[in-house]
T-cell receptor, first 116, second 110 residues
Framework: EAGVAQSPRYKIIEKRQSVAFWCNPISGHATLYWYQQILGQGPKLLIQFQNNGVVDDSQLPKDRFSAERLKGVDSTLKIQPAKLEDSAVYLC??????????????FGPGTRLTVL | GEDVEQSLFLSVREGDSSVINCTYTDSSSTYLYWYKQEPGAGLQLLTYIFSNMDMKQDQRLTVLLNKKDKHLSLRIADTQTGDSAIYFCAEKSGYSTLTFGKGTMLLVSP
């Protein structure tokens, strides 16, 4: 079974530029998550989708970050404009979206963003 | 809000046991997890424990939970160089999202 795919793996941009990341979850997984992992920190949830609807985006900086999952499968995360403090690894994860508390998340390899 | 704390670094010799500790603050935590992250890779779920359990053993891994002290530990027996990685403790209460610690870097020397 293929895992969670993400692209690009690495991205270097200058501050104030825009950037987009793509995630393809495991087939059949209804729930998709985007996490931000700053160097030396644990992952922090940015947004959670259930199919194509947003479940939780309370920690997404909505003035510059946006995310969509139009057809309930792939997702894109965009930053516009980027700031230096956005330098981090952006992890995508997916889960079956079971209606029980236990719902294992599977993580992709991440996109490492460097903002200069 | 909820908080998860871990020691930042642990160094052991190959063949020794490793013990990584974690404390959490959310008394309503339902599930507690250990994830492994190797360089350039995503997080891999190693093991988990339900809050109504005290211990769980899975091959070389032993998880101990002290719910009264909100303390979780991961013991790796016969640690190998391939175990070198960052280990994250995480907790989840009910249907809430995962809260991760900052990670413990485990370095295994030959």
């Amino acid at each position: 079974e293929a895992g969670v795919a993400q692209s690009p793996r690495y991205k270097i941009i200058e501050k104030r530029q825009s950037v987009a990341f793509w995630c393809n979850p495991i087939s059949g997984h209804a729930t998709l998550y985007w996490y931000q992992q700053i160097l030396g920190q644990g992952p922090k949830l940015l947004i959670q989708f259930q199919n194509n609807g947003v479940v939780d985006d309370s920690q997404l900086p909505k003035d510059r970050f946006s995310a969509e999952r139009l057809k309930g499968v792939d997702s894109t995360l965009k930053i516009q404009p980027a700031k230096l403090e956005d330098s981090a690894v952006y992890l995508c994860a997916s889960s079956l979206g079971l209606s029980i508390a236990w719902d294992e998340q599977f993580f992709g390899p991440g996109t490492r963003l460097t903002v200069l | 809000g909820e908080d998860v704390e871990q020691s930042l670094f642990l160094s052991v010799r190959e063949g020794d046991s490793s013990v990584i500790n974690c404390t959490y603050t959310d008394s309503s935590s339902t599930y507690l997890y250990w994830y492994k992250q190797e360089p350039g890779a995503g997080l891999q779920l190693l093991t988990y424990i339900f809050s109504n359990m005290d211990m769980k053993q899975d091959q070389r891994l032993t998880v101990l939970l002290n719910k009264k002290d909100k303390h979780l530990s991961l013991r790796i027996a016969d640690t190998q160089t391939g175990d070198s990685a960052i280990y994250f403790c995480a907790e989840k209460s009910g249907y809430s999202t995962l809260t991760f610690g900052k990670g413990t870097m485990l370095l295994v020397s030959p």
